[in-house]
Structures are given as C-alpha cells and as structure tokens.
T-cell receptor, first 109, second 114 residues
Framework: GQQLNQSPQSMFIQEGEDVSMNCTSSSIFNTWLWYKQDPGEGPVLLIALYKAGELTSNGRLTAQFGITRKDSFLNISASIPSDVGIYFCAADTGNQFYFGTGTSLTVIP | NAGVMQNPRHLVRRRGQEARLRCSPM?????VYWYRQLPEEGLKFMVY????????ESGMPKERFSAEFPKEGPSILRIQQVVRGDSAAYFCASSPDRIAYEQYFGPGTRLTVT
C-alpha cells in the first residue's frame, strides 16, 4: 500500500523553540492533513491542505502542500508545553486515507 | 453537539472470544471510517461505510473481522476469535460527506487480548 514517510520520528525541544516536521511519499495526493494526538485520545485535525503549493496557518502552526503533491511540512513556532503530543500527517488519494507513522514532540519547559 | 462516540473505551478479551466495538457518528454524519493503531505506529485504514453499505473494506483482514453500519444505531466493528495480535487501539471517524477535512475522530477503543 501507500506509504507516508514522516520525519523526524521524535523531537525534544526547549519551550519557545520552533519545530519543523515533514511527510514525503512516492505517490501523488489530492489532500494533505495534519493531526495531533494526545495520549489516550483520538487524532484532532489541525490543518487541511487542498492545493499544491498551498500554505495555510492556524495560530502558531503553518503547513504547506508541496508543489509536487508528494510532500507536506508542518511548522510550529514558539513552542509551548501543551504542544506535547504525537503529530501525524495524512494524505488522501480521493479513494483512501493514509497516515504517517507520527512525530512525537516533547517540549521541555 | 456531541462528537463521535465510541464504546467501550477499554475492552479486555481472552483469546478466542469475540470483540464488538461500537461507534456513534456525529449527528448528521452518514459516513464512518474505522482505523487500527498499534503502539508507536500511525493509523491504518480498515473500512469505510455509509448507512447500510460497505464502500471500501480493502484495509480489513479477510478473516474474523467484519463491520456494519445499520440504518438505525451505531456502526459495529466485530472481531471474532480474537488473537493477541488484535490488541490495538481502534478508532472510528465520521464525516457528513466523503470529504477528507470533514473527518472527525472518536476517542478510540483500546482492545487488549489476554
């Protein structure tokens, strides 16, 4: 099946630092989404991207849909302790969803 | 406006027993998706259903697993004769239409097979 390569696998950062993570694939997708999952909970949608090249922000979060439609990145600026969690990229071919393996973020106060 | 509800939140079954996981979509949502998440992994698509129809079950194991979304009541994911490898978190999501960004997730059911 399709595979989304998400990196880095984990990050340990100081509060206030910026964070960047990305997802790549060998396949082309119509939609890229970024979710955050807290322990014991379901994923919560952060940002959705629908067009190649699209750059979208949601507060301190910014995500981009790659021009080739095969990748996406998520940036978090000025991290705070509540940013801790696992971030997943997801992509949609129009027929099915695929999820990345996640980036575990730890923010050190 | 209640979100996606899943129950039970935790389920323990012995090998060989049956597990039934329930998902009540958000009000007004007629599309349901089931995913499985193993520890330290992302979510794997299992099945996509609309009311009374299975649209895509390409991610579901061919044996022991089945899903339904009846006209009335919640969607059910059923696992017969569970094995230890079935231990995972099972999430369902719902959407009002087949549109990616409208997919809302429930809190999940954590199945443990002993």
């Amino acid at each position: 099946g399709q595979q989304l390569n998400q990196s880095p696998q984990s990050m340990f950062i100081q509060e206030g630092e910026d964070v960047s993570m990305n997802c790549t694939s060998s396949s082309i997708f119509n939609t890229w989404l970024w979710y955050k999952q807290d322990p014991g909970e379901g994923p919560v949608l952060l940002i959705a991207l629908y067009k190649a090249g699209e750059l979208t922000s949601n507060g301190r979060l910014t995500a981009q849909f790659g021009i080739t439609r095969k990748d996406s990145f998520l940036n978090i600026s000025a991290s705070i302790p509540s940013d801790v969690g696992i971030y997943f990229c997801a992509a949609d071919t129009g027929n099915q969803f695929y999820f990345g393996t996640g980036t575990s973020l730890t923010v050190i106060p | 406006n209640a979100g996606v509800m899943q129950n039970p939140r935790h389920l323990v079954r012995r090998r060989g027993q049956e597990a039934r996981l329930r998902c009540s979509p958000m009000k007004g949502h007629s599309h349901v998706y089931w995913y499985r998440q193993l520890p330290e992994e992302g979510l794997k698509f299992m099945v996509y259903l609309q009311k009374e129809n299975i649209i895509d079950e390409s991610g579901m194991p061919k044996e022991r697993f089945s899903a339904e979304f009846p006209k009335e009541g919640p969607s059910i994911l059923r696992i017969q004769q569970v094995v230890r490898g079935d231990s995972a978190a099972y999430f369902c999501a719902s959407s009002p239409d087949r549109i990616a960004y409208e997919q809302y997730f429930g809190p999940g059911t954590r199945l443990t097979v002993t």
